[in-house]
């Protein structure tokens, strides 16, 4: 394990054919015993009491329905494609590329008599032109009681603080995401501020998890393994070769990002093609590293664009899957951000 890097509180080992927990007193005991430079990575270290997906899910929730000029990708589509063309939903091999063994359950609507074109002849309001995408990954943090050794050097931040871990080659997808769709999307981490069950379960409450989240740009962190932050924004550490980092709120980026991305024009999705032959050429980089999740990716891209060609999807719903694809295989989320109209 690199010492630089926040670490795990815990995790298991296969001893015996048996699975063991190791606790951090047992890391710790160790890493003092190991020899080589002192790791900063057990300096009292809590692991956060939830897992990354109770923590996405109110996050995202949030930023969408808490924002009005943030918006899901399917409403887009939904805004300009309508509810006239299918994707053969109960075909199996569609559903697995997206992550599921199966079709998901439904009804039929015919079946029970619903009423041919029950929706409105026109939107009850047009939406505003989007104007930047924005692509995050949510982290779990550790919290730290006392501020890590790898910190002890460098003035304007100490504990009580919270850190993530970032992977190299995950990190470094992320920066060729960003450059191969600069101009027309953010890519950041999201992580909370708060580690412990009951702050999760009042924020959510509150609706105050974005307010009490982290979100660092993945371009801020390259050349980096860890994200160290005392408060929510995007202000904090990253190390190896610690430095401080300063950067505007998430929301205050992307607003002014969008303000100046010339993405579409209202009513265009001319864009959504050209973004998922962007983040094609960010998995088909060289510059990355073959692992199972890209492979995985291509994979399911070719089923995919198979069933596309088979069955004449338009273009703008066949990008839109592409994408969509792509954020499922790299665990990221993905938002449209509204410019102004």
């Known amino acids: ?81 309508g509810f006239d063309r299918g994707i053969l939903l109960a075909q199996a091999s569609l559903w697995e590329t997206l992550g599921y063994k199966d079709p998901l359950r439904g009804a039929a609507l015919a079946y029970y008599d619903w009423p041919y074109g029950w929706g409105p002849p026109r939107p009850r309001a047009q939406l505003p032109r989007f104007k930047l995408n924005l692509f995050l990954q949510a982290k779990r943090p550790v919290f730290y009681k006392k501020t890590p050794r790898v910190l002890k050097g460098l003035r304007g931040i100490g504990a009580p603080l919270w850190a993530f871990h970032v992977t190299h080659h995950q990190q470094r997808l992320l920066e060729v995401l960003a450059r191969t769709t600069r101009g027309r999307a953010h890519v950041a981490y999201a992580s909370a501020a708060f580690h412990t069950n009951s702050a999760l379960f009042m924020h959510t409450r509150h609706r105050t998890v974005v ?18 932050y005392e408060r929510p924004g995007a202000s904090g550490a990253a190390n190896p070769d610690p430095e401080l980092i300063e950067d505007l709120p998430l929301l205050t980026r992307v607003r002014a990002m969008a303000h100046d991305s010339d993405m579409g024009a209202d009513g265009d999705l001319a864009w959504l093609p050209a973004m ?12 990355l590293e073959v692992d199972a999740s890209r492979a995985q990716f291509f994979d399911d891209l070719q089923t995919l664009d198979r069933l596309g060609e088979s069955y004449d999807l338009h273009p703008n719903l066949r990008a839109y899957t592409r994408v969509l694809l792509f954020t499922i295989r790299f665990d990221l989320s993905w938002l449209i951000v509204a410019g102004t109209v």
Not at 5 to 29: D, K, M, N, Y
Not at 31 to 51: K, L, N, R, V
Not at 211 to 228: D, V
Not at 276 to 287: K, L, R
């Open 1 to 81: 394990m690199d010492c630089r890097s926040p670490g795990l509180a815990a995790h298991t080992s296969l001893i015996s054919g048996r699975e063991r927990f190791v606790t951090v007193r047992e890391q710790q005991r160790a890493a003092d015993t190991a020899s080589g430079p002192a790791c900063g990575i057990f300096d009292t270290m809590t692991t956060a009491e939830f897992e990354e997906r109770a923590y996405e899910a109110p996050l995202y929730n949030q930023l969408e329905r808490g924002q009005r000029d943030i918006f899901t990708p399917g409403q887009v589509l939904e805004n300009q494609l």
């Open 211 to 228: 307010n009490n989240s982290t979100f660092p740009s993945a371009e801020a962190l390259a050349g980096h393994e860890a994200w160290y």
């Open 276 to 287: 998922s032959e962007s983040v094609i050429a960010a998995a088909s980089t060289g510059e």
